[in-house]
């Protein structure tokens, strides 16, 4: 990618963009952090604890297990969603009128505030009254998501791949089309396969857009926390208690501003942590390349 | 390579009333450099999609070799392309990208790296084996693509679509030149689209001239630049075009006023006078013009020779001559009497 | 232009299937908004069998409800114009300029989406209370700009680096000023590129409800926040819940079918 001339004038433009931006993320982002080195007890009571919260957190074997959890959910809905929200690109229909109609269908979903999303599946999959639920068991196979952890996890993940492989889809479209006919030509003429298409023609020019479609979705799915609160509340038991919802019974239920603050912090610092391996290593193939 | 033969070739987009091909014919020899000229929509893209195998003729056949090809796909037919914009495997080296094709038919790592050491020497690309396409100029990715394009040695035509759009001006003529070079040296069929008429003169073997999906002329530079065979092939090529002006025939001879220009066999009647700038001269005897300018274009045996404008009634016509001092506001023009090129209802009538 | 094979490529089956597993779960939440209560609870039936637009006459009735809406729709229109008039200049500097720390800028604007909100609420709201903009539409709207500002100016950047620099050398060869170029000439090339900011920026903030609700009280309450207070005396009124959920899929949808066009073109993305 060629880039322009080097202008740090160029910042001027940017002012606005960071003014905006640094009004709500800087102010607050310090009161955490000041939170989090305090032992809180009222407005004019605090004591400087140092780091005593954050040795405090990481011993925490409930911020572990919500850890853990969390890994293994955001991994398992990538590894679905982004290789999903490609097929689906790929199987959208070129330049006819129903993939206008197919591209509405697909925005559908994402177009729905979250807390609607939990609703709709913790009705649908209910196995008493809800469509998959009555499905599964007309099945034979004995399916209750307030009941069973696996079952609250398969819905879950169900939930986020209905809610979420629409914007992977809708991402990569847009990249694909933008690709000129002669790529495809070309390698039709080399005698490409199908596969060397997808893998010499068009994953090159959708890294752009996979690498926000998937930035997006680590940072959301390691946040989630509206859906799950309203589909299991966390349950059955804490199988399904991701670090926000632990982070908030701690915030909101028992109040402990400090120890809450210090999990937030580290909390930022690894989805920003993750995010950032990931961007860089984007960024050192680009210049490779 | 191949011989190439194509029979009333028709093509109508869907959707759309007109043809935008009409009944083209068309004859490659092997090893031809054949050029398909013409302006924008006038159909000459929709021909090489034609070839390429990458749209279906609603009538019509194509065949390579005596093989009717029609209703095979490209890859069948095993032509190659090169765009208007270089197409490269960004995630592939060059050497990746040259050895794409070979690979893709089966050729074992190490034929299809003394392949692609051949074209790479060839197109002098040797030194860009080990590079990755992004860091390249327009030009290197250019050569990369004709590379990839010629690296089959069993290819049957490679089609080439306006490959020197996208090129800076400046590297134009040398990407033109290693084109011309492997073409010749490789004894290859090359079909070439473009609408410079002096990339198609000085590239081509033959040309064909399309105008709104038919063919208006097929013949060699040469033929093209002394008996074109319509109006608008006769205007289109040279800098500046053919010199059209209206005359009659009476008597067996043209006029234009009434001032005879010369002889004819045709039968009398309104008619167009077609004549090179170069054939004719504007001095103290023949037809009276008005000379509106004169540019020198540079000098021959140390006088200055040019471009005249000067106007005909109320037609301009140009004049290519040595600039004396005879040229006056009010002038003559004479007209080589032996080129005299006659069109009736646009197109060469043939006196002879 | 020709555009030849692969252009007009056809739907794969595969796809008919996805679209089903996407239209089930709204289906259901369709057949919930025409049904009471009792028949959502008490009974499985696939097809409602007393179908009723009482849900929606309460929502269209009740000013509560469409109070909220409104004040929705306030709120993400004003983040939508903050958002776009933010990053078209910054998307500009990013597509046709190097700059000191360009790279890291940019992802910096990201990781400030990256803050979990359950314990940024608190500071949220002090901030927000101590500038007098508690309890209004201006104050989610820019909290939102944190997660829609930086998605904007990517797409954007996209969007502009897909244009040739040569226009803008052209326009300063003519001699038009750096204004008229970019208002008369840029913007409208873009268009589609904006179009599309729009959608992901509405999307994103429609759609938000933890700030949206720690941001606002009574005055500016939005239609989110209200949905999750529908408990009755019998319990949550699914019903009406389901019936304000169809209709918060109505803005969102008439955005998509304006920026359809552009979205099918699609959009060659630069910058990563």
New interface residues.
Partial sequence: ?I????????????V??????A???V???M??VN?SVQDIFDVDTRLFVGLDWYRETLRDPRFIDALLRQVTFSATVLVIEVP?GI??A???????R???A???????????????VG???Q??ARP?????G?SVAALGISFNYTGSSVDAWITLILMDI?HW??LVA?LA??????I??????????????TW?VF???E???L???L??AV??RV??S??I??EPFVLTGGGPGNSTTF??QY??SM??GQFD?GP??A??VL??LL??LL??LF?TS??RS?A?? | MAGIEVRDLSHRYPGAKELTLDGIDLQLADGEAHAILGGSGTGKTTLLNLL?G?LVPERGSIKFDGRDVTGL???QRN???V???P?L????DVTGNLE??LR??GWSRQAARTRVLEVARLLDLEALLDR?P?GLSLFEKQLI?IG?ALVRPDVAVVLL?EPLTAVEPATKWRLRRALKTVQTELGLTMVYVTHDQTEALTFADKITMLHEGRVLQTGTPLEFYERPAHQIVAHFIGSPGMNLIDAHVSAGALHVGDISVGPVSAAPGPCVLGFRPEWAEIGEVGIPVTVQSTRVTGTEEGVAVGLVAAHLGDQVVYTRQVLGGSLDHDARLRIDADRLIVFRDQHRFDHD | MV??????????W??YV??V?????????VG?ALKTNQD?????E?VPGNPTLANFAEIFTNPVWYQAFGNSLTYVTINTI?SV???L??A?????????G??Q?F?W????????????L???F??YSAVGLFDTSIAVA??H??FT???A??ILE?FM??VP?ELDEMAQVDGHSFGYFFFRLFIPVIRGGIG?TV?FCF?FS?????IARTLTASEAKP??VV??RTVSASGLD?GV??A??VL??VP??AV??FV??H??????????
């Fill in positions: 990618m880039k322009g001339v080097s202008n740090n004038r160029a910042w001027l433009a940017v606005p963009v960071v003014l905006v931006v009004f709500s993320a102010v607050p982002l009161t955490v939170y999903l097929w689906i790929r199987a959208l229909p070129r330049d006819s129903a993939t206008s197919f591209l509405i269908l697909l925005a559908i979903p994402l177009l729905i505030p979250w807390n609607v609703t709709i599946w009705i649908f008493d009254i809800g469509l998959l009555v209905w492989t629409s809708l479209f847009a990249g694909l089309a933008s000129p006919s002669p790529c495809y030509q070309a390698a039709m003429l080399d005698g490409a396969s060397q893998r010499y023609v994953l090159p020019r890294k752009s857009v690498t926000i930035l997006l940072m959301d390691l946040m926390y509206t670090l926000s982070l908030t915030a909101v501003l809450a603050a999990f937030s909390y930022f989805i920003v995010c950032w961007y984007v960024m680009e490779d390349g | 390429a990458l796909s490209g890859a032509v190659a392309q765009f208007q914009f197409v495997y960004p995630s592939l794409f094709p893709n038919r990755q992004a693509a990839r679509d | 555009d030849p094979v692969d252009d007009r490529r056809k739907a794969h595969s796809l996805y679209c597993y996407l239209l089930l779960p709204l289906y259901w939440l919930m959502i609870v008490g009974k499985f696939v903050l008039a933010v990053a200049p910054a500009y500097a990013f597509s046709r300029y190097r700059f000191l360009d790279r800028l992802f604007l990201l990781t400030n989406r990256m803050a979990p909100p359950a314990v940024f608190l500071p949220f002090q901030l820019v909290a700009c944190l500002v930086p998605l100016v990517w996209g680096s897909s620099r599309v959608f999307m429609w759609v938000e409800l933890l239609i989110v949905m999750t699914w819940l389901a304000a959920g918060t899929i969102g949808l998509v079918w359809r066009r979205l099918v073109r699609g959009f060659a993305m630069g910058r990563v």
